[in-house]
């Protein structure tokens, strides 16, 4: 029987995403078996850490799900963020839960508020700073993974974490300084 115009159509347009959803699953195409909780104000591995005046709570790990995706929970204290960069091989999720940002994503300017989600595609600039009064939380979620737990935690163990000395780092984990951190205002 010949395949029928519109039966072609549908298969041809979600060729594409079964392509890029397909190898997420990993090689035996199963999801990982088992739950994993993590308490309010909890880190994944139980070592919270600090990294720009922010605190991470590893809520996912990529070690919980074959590699998939990574979520933080952030505590922004501090007016600062990270300097203009992009991700070679990861695309970044942000959720507002409490406070307000201001992001630039490619050349857009925006400001976010509670309630707020941002999804910035791989290789594209992107930063962000509080610009809120008391703490702010954000979640960032990285997809895949990738090795962005691993660079976090290891850059928050430098004794000096200036722009400089996590350049080299960065770009081993995927990560590309391309400009200077935002300001508030």
């Not at 850490?49 to 919980?64: H, W």
């Not at 990270?82 to 050349?107: I, S």
């Not at 400089?164 to 508030?184: D, I, S, W």
Request: glycine share 8%; with cysteine; hydrophobic share 40%.
């Amino acid at each position: 029987m010949p395949m029928q115009r519109r039966s072609f159509l549908q298969l041809s347009l979600a060729a594409p995403a079964l392509a890029y959803t397909l190898p997420a699953l990993g090689a035996t195409g199963s999801l990982p078996k088992k739950s994993v909780l993590v308490r309010a104000g909890q880190d994944r591995s139980g070592q919270p850490f600090e990294f720009l005046d922010a605190t991470f709570t590893v809520k996912v790990s990529g070690r919980d799900n074959e590699g998939r995706c990574v979520i933080f929970d952030t505590l922004r204290r501090a007016k600062i963020g990270p300097a203009l960069h992009l991700h070679t091989d990861l695309d970044e999720w942000f959720y507002v839960v409490e406070g307000e940002f201001k992001f630039q994503a490619g050349t857009e300017m925006l400001r976010l508020r509670a309630g707020d989600s941002l999804f910035v595609p791989r290789e594209m600039v992107h930063a962000f700073v509080k610009t809120s009064e008391g703490p702010a939380r954000l979640i960032v979620m990285h997809q895949p993974a990738g090795s962005m737990e691993e660079y976090f935690r290891l850059v928050s163990q430098l004794p000096d974490q200036g722009l400089e000395n996590r350049k080299a780092l960065a770009e081993k984990h995927g990560t590309r300084f391309v400009g200077p951190q935002l300001t508030p205002d």
